[in-house]
């Protein structure tokens, strides 16, 4: 027979055992270390932001270290619009790449300590360099009996709608200038909507021609630096006849209010008082919706329009009210605008 231990003994074993593992426990105290304390104290701002190089793309900054109780983990570099760059500690120079040409950016640096960013450094601004090369002449200029795909009548008394090849541009982007009898008309209305990338054709409606007229029209294309490009080939066009020359009357600009959702092209909804006219009614006159001088829209019979504008900051709206002889009246009272779209909000060229 084996060895049965006794009640006694295997009792006085379990005490012995759980007496060993009392004594090892380690008080709940000590099981876990205290929290380090949070660190409060912000680096530095880093000093002297500065910039070292700058081309038609690229500006590279420099700017003396932070200094920080524990110590500096990186730096941020940034300006409106740009992305957020991030160098090592080590490092006090950055170099901002895909810039636009002829362009202002105005760049700060912060430093971390993986805490507490430190307040900004010195604000720079710095300007990329002009381009020099202008864009191609736009091409293929020609009247036009068809808009979005619909038949429309391309010559009428008062306008002429063209369409031509559009221009390129090393950098861009580009704006087109129609010429009447070889000067820029502020009448065109352009068929490309606000916001909307450029396609391989362009095209405008040429407005406030007289009627029974012959003008000689052309195109042609400026960049972003305000090279200009030679001129399309001429058309010689000759508008149709109206016995009507007298002018609406001048429509009042009751509200412009950005009404968008602050991103670009932001929307500027309008209200004015009807025009009217010797021949026309109230649902045939025209009234060219003005943003910064420029025809943004066309509305026809309405006096409620939303317009949009890529123009960040301030923008100046005014009304005209155009019959169908080309008969134009006196701008409305004028109401600026100010859209805010915040960063990375710009629109397509």
């Excluded at 950098?171 to 087109?176: L, T």
């Excluded at 910064?292 to 923008?315: D, H, K, P, R, S």
Aim: negative net charge.
């Amino acid at each position: 027979m084996g060895f049965r231990p006794s009640l006694r003994t295997v009792a006085a074993a379990i005490a012995a055992v759980c007496l060993v593992l009392v004594a090892g426990a380690a008080p709940a105290s000590a099981k876990r270390p205290p929290a380090p304390s949070r660190d409060t104290v912000p680096p530095t701002a880093p000093s002297n932001l500065r910039a070292t190089d700058v081309t038609q793309t690229t500006v590279s900054l420099a700017w003396n270290p932070s200094t920080d109780n524990v110590g500096v983990i990186e730096y941020a570099a940034w300006a409106p619009g740009l992305p957020i760059l991030r160098v090592p500690p080590s490092q006090t120079t950055v170099t901002f790449t895909g810039l636009h040409p002829n362009t202002g950016y105005e760049f700060k640096v912060q430093a971390w300590d993986g805490w507490n960013w430190s307040l900004p450094s010195n604000m720079l601004t710095a300007t990329t360099q002009r381009e020099v090369v202008a864009p191609s002449a736009p091409s293929g200029l020609q009247v036009s009996n068809q808009l979005w795909g619909q038949p429309v009548d391309g010559i009428t008394a008062s306008a002429v709608l063209l369409t031509w090849n559009s221009s390129t541009d090393d950098f861009g982007p580009i704006r087109y200038e129609l010429l009447v009898d070889g000067v820029p008309t502020p009448n065109a209305d352009f068929t490309k909507p606000v916001g909307i990338a450029p396609g391989p054709t362009s095209g405008a409606w040429v407005r406030q021609l007289r009627p029974s007229t012959t003008y000689q029209l052309s195109v042609r294309a400026v960049d972003g630096s305000g090279n200009v490009s030679a001129p399309s080939n001429a058309l010689t066009v000759t508008t149709d006849p109206s016995s009507d020359t007298v002018a609406p009357s001048t429509p009042t600009l009751l509200s412009a209010d950005s009404g968008g959702t602050s991103s670009c092209p932001e929307e500027i909804w309008i209200r004015w008082t009807p025009s009217t006219d010797d021949v026309e009614t109230s649902s045939t006159i025209e009234y060219e919706v003005r943003v910064n001088g420029a025809i943004n829209e066309v509305a026809t019979g309405g006096f409620n329009w939303i317009a949009y504008t890529a123009v960040l900051g301030a923008n100046t709206v005014t009304v005209v009210a155009v019959d169908r002889a080309g008969n134009a009246s006196a701008p409305s009272n004028p109401i600026t605008v100010t859209t805010n779209w915040g960063v990375g909000g710009d629109c397509p060229a």
